[in-house]
């Protein structure tokens, strides 16, 4: 870039009347905004929607007769307060960073997003949108938390204060669930069709699992309304999904990396991999975008899609996040670099969890694992370990627990992750790293695991006492044996994570070379 070109370009401020004015090696929505439609209502803007579902929209919009399909983000919480502010200065726009492995870089402005609503300033505005005509698609990416299942019971669960605030306060929601309600009953009593709910969480049956906790909340709050969930029910439709693309948080250093090579001042700039996915069971109740033209694969059951993502991918993100923190690491392509946590990695994914996928057509499961060790070797995407570790409560029994639970059942060894489980319980109890450096824990219930788990000196089974976590795992003797020797390894003085990982290791390849004998 010549001197006068990066004079040029660093006076620009990412907003749609400075579109024109921007290098040409950034790719720029060449449709035409003001035409747009917001057709699918996206509650919860996380980086992980503006790396995924915005950008096939932003692709499909190049192609005329889709300007009904723009998205209207909204922001629930109060820390949404920021991003609207930026979104709003930058009229929706913001830049996207696509890190190739190969290290060539992307970039591209995405244009999808045309409006964003605060709920904090305004409940009616959100609810008016959602039971606007234009409104087709709701969509959703509101963490694996904020479906509220109890995991042990699978049952909405109404211990969870802002459900229970919402069940007994229809007219002040505060949820995904009391906004999508609301809306709905609108819609109901006006005669207006429906929308689609469409859940891009990672969450095995994510559309059943929104579908069976919305409809719970209806009856829940709404007893003597019997009518309004069997109308839910019969109209709303709530298609499956598996997503999938590696979004890490947005840092200083990502804002700096735009403004400095592309002169761009945009204030909250989006990275991620190169690699995206997208299977959808194409269950819409009305028209719906043609996903299929821009990237998306449609199938009949994304059930074995979504298993092998998750309990490949996400957990396999989890089994280095818990490792990699304790023994110091910071980020996920530090963490498998590092031959001990990928021999542990592949053996995790080869022998705990792929004897319990199922075969899929056209998909070579060895080849799938390998392309995930070189996702997530990827040097330009810095994914913290504090990113995959947030929410390891809500994360961990979709990602880990079930596929102990179902280990076990088959009478399979799940000794390489019983050292995960024991190693959460020690990263919740001390908070520190090996080094005795703090670790960045973010989690809903940080305080209820760090108080169970402080008690495993005295008794070495109590973080499995969690039991809207762990279920009946504590009673289970070919799990606790493992998690009971892990524990002693981890609390033992002179503990050092990569050898217990090894020792683990070892003893687990003896124990299947003599199965195989
Ligand atoms: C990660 C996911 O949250 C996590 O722990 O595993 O955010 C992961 O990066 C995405 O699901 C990738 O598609």
Redesign the pocket.
């Known amino acids: 870039m010549t001197n006068t070109t990066k004079k040029q370009t660093l006076s620009q401020t990412l907003c749609q009347g400075n579109l024109a004015k921007l290098p040409t090696s950034i790719d720029i929505p060449t449709y035409d905004r003001s035409q747009l439609k917001a057709g699918i209502v996206h509650i919860g803007v996380g980086g992980?929607h503006r790396a995924?579902q915005a950008v096939y929209i932003n692709e499909l919009l190049k192609t005329p007769g889709s300007e009904q399909w723009a998205i209207c983000g909204v922001g629930l919480l109060e820390s949404n307060r920021g991003l609207r502010d930026i979104l709003v200065k930058q009229d929706y726009l913001y830049s996207l960073v696509v890190r190739h492995p190969n290290g060539n870089i992307d970039n591209k402005v995405i244009g999808s997003m045309i409006d964003f609503i605060f709920a904090p300033d305004s409940k009616q505005a959100v609810i008016n949108k959602l039971a606007h005509s234009d409104t087709k698609i709701v969509s959703l990416t509101i963490?694996?938390g904020g479906y509220n299942v109890n995991p042990t019971t699978g049952e909405l669960d109404l211990n969870n204060a802002s459900i229970a605030h919402d069940i007994a306060n229809p007219d002040d929601p505060s949820t995904a669930f009391g906004y999508i309600v609301a809306a709905l009953k609108i819609r109901k009593n006006s005669g207006m069709p429906a929308f689609t709910v469409q859940s891009c969480d990672?969450i095995q049956h994510n559309g059943a699992v929104t579908r069976k906790m919305l409809l719970s909340f209806t009856q829940q709050q709404n007893p003597a309304d019997a009518e309004l969930s069997q109308w839910i029910a019969q109209h709303v439709q709530f298609p499956n999904a598996m997503?999938?693309?590696?979004?890490?948080v947005t840092t200083k250093a990502d804002i700096d990396y735009v403004a400095q090579t592309f002169g761009l001042l945009d204030e909250w700039p989006i990275t991620c991999e190169s690699f995206s996915?997208w299977v959808i069971e194409d269950n819409f109740n009305d028209d719906r975008p043609q996903w299929d033209k821009v990237g998306a694969q449609f199938v009949s059951d994304v059930t074995p899609f979504e298993k092998m993502?998750?309990r490949l991918?996400?957990?396999?993100?989890?089994v280095l996040?818990l490792l990699g923190s304790i023994h110091g690491y910071a980020t996920i392509d530090e963490t498998v670099s590092d031959k001990d946590f990928s021999d542990y990695l592949r053996a995790f994914m080869d022998l705990e969890v792929t004897p319990l996928l199922d075969q899929l057509d056209g998909i070579d499961l060895a080849q799938y694992k390998d392309t995930l060790i070189e996702r997530f070797s990827n040097p330009n995407i810095k994914?913290s370990l504090a990113?995959?570790?947030?929410?390891?409560s809500a994360?961990l029994p979709k990602?880990l627990i079930a596929t102990i639970t179902e280990n076990l059942a088959l009478k399979r060894d799940c000794s390489l992750a019983a050292l995960v489980i024991a190693s959460w319980c020690l990263y919740s109890d001390k908070q520190v790293n090996q080094a005795q450096q703090a670790l960045d824990i973010q989690d809903a219930m940080r305080d209820e695991l760090a108080k169970y788990a402080q008690k495993t000196p005295t008794d070495k089974f109590a973080f499995l006492k969690l039991n809207s976590l762990f279920g009946d795992l504590i009673i289970k003797r070919a799990f606790n044996k493992h998690y009971d020797n892990a524990i002693d390894a981890l609390y033992s003085p002179s503990s050092d994570i990569k050898e217990i990982m090894k020792s683990t290791l070892s003893k687990k390849h003896k124990k299947v070379s003599a199965e195989t004998k």
């Open positions: 992980f995924h963490t694996e990672n997503v999938d693309r590696i979004t890490p996915q993502k998750i991918l996400n957990a396999g993100h989890s996040g994914d990113r995959i570790c947030s929410e390891s994360k990602f």
